[in-house]
């Protein structure tokens, strides 16, 4: 089976993989290290606090004294996602012991913000201005709604880029096909197929002329704005108006227009930019559910529900506000052949479980879940490799000889001494023939 090549990133690992000058660029603005801080692990927090205002290195040794003894694996961890972040900076002394230091740009930057305090380039447009504000329910649906759309339709050209790049295969006169890593996308919950296109979008967006500190800086500050307050577009710079479509359609803000302006409202998504995948919002509710007789009842009005469940079964028939179809040997090859793993379909059926059923152990039955695992184990029954077929021996000496050097490389996977035929490994191949050259 080929292996899942999507990987949905915490959005501070894609902060951390940044170049160390755009880091320390990015570490100027308080309220980026204030983000950076928030995201921390708890340990990591207190060292930050706590080494603040130390201007010196200060011992690795005398760090792990400040921990208790079966608090080491969560010391290390907290160390080395502050050196990933270049929070810390880590050497070596003159006793060639390692030290760490704060960044002295984060450090400056966040010294800053805890004394003088910080306040956003933009406040909130006033409520005799913004009188038809979504409330927090509404604003929550929205960002869900974002994607519940057909993907990849209604979206900008640069996300469509996106898409492009990884998830849809072009050819000539041909329409879009979905690629391995787009049928494994359908399959993803929400928040990692966010997070998954926030990472393809930062990656590429210097193709586009942007900066990719620029943007994340953005992402970042609108965490600090206030969820379900509305915030003028013109206290944006022209950069940010460039991308703010692009963030409306991926659920992170709201647009609105109104008589005296126009304004952007943060929704959950932007606000939780900084916490993990899960923790950045609620689960959406589920839909489907999974009977022993491996009968699928898919409770959605959402026409992409119906095509994300053929991916993996036969659907039989759709009413107003029912799917109902069912998983079969066929329909599930059909599945591995297009890329999808047996672990990412129980996945989803489990993370889309209807409320009726999800709070029973195991939400779907151990039945469906063994044999989906089982009828993809059949596929990886016979492996192919590449090997070389030997016959038509001159005498059986030279047949045991050619066995006995490709033994001797552990090449040998077949032999029939009555036939004096062989099959051995490729690698093995060049040795034997030099073998059989020699024995002319």
């Known amino acids: 089976m080929p292996e899942v090549r999507i990987i949905a990133k915490n959005f501070m690992d894609m902060v951390a993989s940044m170049p160390a000058m755009k880091l320390d660029k990015l570490y100027e603005n308080g309220f980026i290290c204030e983000a950076i801080l928030r995201s921390l692990p708890p340990l990591a927090k207190k060292y930050v606090i706590q080494m603040l205002q130390i201007d010196v290195p200060v011992a690795a040794k005398l760090l792990e004294e400040w921990v208790l003894p079966d608090g080491l694996s969560k010391h290390r961890v907290a160390i080395d996602r502050l050196v990933q972040l270049r929070v810390f900076l880590e050497a070596v002394d003159r006793k060639n012991e390692k030290t760490y230091k704060v960044n002295p740009t984060y450090q400056r930057s966040l010294q800053k913000l805890l004394v003088q305090g910080g306040t956003l380039p933009r406040e909130s447009m006033p409520s005799n201005i913004t009188v038809r504000l979504p ?240 009828w993809e184990a059949d596929l990886n029954r016979v492996e192919m490799t590449d090997a070389y077929y030997y016959d038509e021996f001159p005498s059986r000496d030279v047949f045991e000889g050619a066995c006995d050097c490709a033994r001797e490389w552990n090449g040998l996977l077949w032999e029939d001494s009555k036939k004096m035929h062989m099959v051995v490994k490729t690698e093995v191949h060049p040795y034997v023939r030099d073998y059989l050259r020699r024995q002319k």
């Open 135 to 374: 409330t927090l329910e509404n604003l929550e649906a929205y960002a869900l709604e974002q994607w519940e759309v057909d993907k990849p339709s209604n979206i900008s050209s640069s996300l469509m880029k996106v898409f492009q790049r990884r998830l849809l295969s072009h050819r000539d006169k041909e329409a879009p096909k979905l690629t391995e890593s787009g049928f494994q996308f359908l399959l993803m919950d929400t928040n990692a197929q966010l997070w998954y296109i926030i990472r393809e979008y930062i990656s590429n967006s210097e193709e586009r002329g942007v900066e990719a500190a620029e943007l994340i800086s953005f992402m970042l500050e609108l965490s600090f704005h206030v969820i379900g307050e509305g915030y003028s577009i013109n206290t944006l710079t022209d950069f940010q108006r460039s991308i703010i479509n692009d963030l409306a359609d991926l659920g992170l803000v709201k647009l609105q227009q109104g008589r005296k302006g126009s304004w952007f409202i943060p929704t959950k998504l932007a606000t939780n930019l900084s916490m993990s995948l899960a923790d950045s919002s609620s689960r959406k509710q589920g839909f489907v559910v999974v009977e022993t007789n491996f009968r699928v009842y898919a409770y959605s009005t959402s026409k992409l529900h119906c095509e994300i469940l053929r991916l993996f079964s036969r659907v039989e028939y759709q009413l107003p506000n029912l799917i109902v179809g069912a998983i079969t040997k066929e329909s599930l090859y059909n599945a591995f052949e297009n890329g999808i793993t047996a672990d990412q379909i129980v996945t989803f059926l489990q993370q889309n479980a209807h409320p009726r059923v999800a709070e029973r152990i195991p939400s779907i039955p151990e039945n469906v879940t063994d044999q989906i695992r089982l």
